[in-house]
């Protein structure tokens, strides 16, 4: 794995870890994607196609980072999420940065869709935290509070800041990903482009309507592995 900007260098651990580091005195969302040449986000219905070693190394990289990982209850279905997890050296390095030892996982369901028999839930480390609407069916909430704190959706990720959550990092899927953007929510993109041709059929990283106000977003690094390409965007104001 080697660096190619801001500088040109291969990359140990330690060194790529320091290229993903952000300001922890700063709340930030980091969206996490990885897509096709040709835009796809899925194979066969499910990411795991796209997915290279380099990818996967930065995925844990990044979630070993968080405080809070966000995800829309339909990817963590469709992905079949488990609890979230960390080896041993990650989470001995949180705890001497004085975090927990896993991050707490945040799933977004207005509908509660994601049953509170979920292993993502029921055998997460930390109680888990689930963003849903005002609206969601009574006895929905009711089961899901029993395995999980239950916050509205309006503005929740002011709601995961006060609880200490600063670092969240999000993993779609593609329509939670638009309506962050919306609200002007994103502050930085880390996307993995896989050098494979999918076709016509995939979605893209985002779903929903056009936003009204393009933003433009600073490159801040590109990292090179056997042909996958690992590209870090950000607000202009929190590039270092």
Same mark, same amino acid.
């Given at each position: ?47 795991? +196609? ?6 996967? /190394? ?5 979630? +070993?980072?968080?405080?809070?990982? &966000? ?38 369901? +207005? ?15 930390? /109680? ?20 999980? *704190? ?22 779609? +899927? ?48 590109? &990292?090179? *592995? ?8 950000? /607000? ?5």
């Amino acid at each position: 794995m080697r660096a190619l900007l801001p500088f040109s260098a291969e990359l140990d651990d330690t060194a790529l870890e320091k290229l993903y580091a952000t300001d922890r005195s700063v709340p930030r969302l980091r969206m996490n994607f990885v897509a096709s040449v040709d835009g796809g986000v899925s194979v066969d219905g499910v990411s795991a +196609g796209l997915q290279s070693p380099a990818d996967n /190394r930065v995925f844990k990289l990044l979630r +070993g980072w968080c405080d809070g990982l &966000v995800v829309a209850a339909g990817t963590a279905l469709a992905e079949d999420y488990g609890p979230v997890t960390l080896d041993a050296g990650r989470r001995a390095r949180r705890e001497a940065l004085g975090l927990a030892p896993v991050p707490t996982l945040v799933v977004v369901s +207005g509908s509660l869709s994601i049953p509170p028999t979920h292993a993502s839930l029921v055998k997460a480390p930390v /109680r888990p935290i689930v963003v849903t609407s005002p609206d969601a069916p009574a006895d929905k909430r009711r089961a899901i509070e029993a395995v999980a *704190d239950v916050i509205d959706d309006a503005d929740f990720t002011a709601a995961l800041h006060e609880r200490g959550l600063s670092q969240l990092l999000c993993e779609g +899927g593609p329509r939670l990903f638009a309506s962050l953007t919306a609200a002007d929510g994103v502050d930085e993109i880390c996307l993995t482009i896989s050098p494979q041709l999918t076709g016509g059929g995939p979605g893209r990283i985002s779903a929903g309507p056009p936003s009204p106000d393009p933003r433009s977003l600073a490159l801040a690094h590109v &990292v090179e *592995d056997a042909g996958v390409l690992l590209l870090r965007y950000c /607000r202009p104001s929190l590039l270092h």
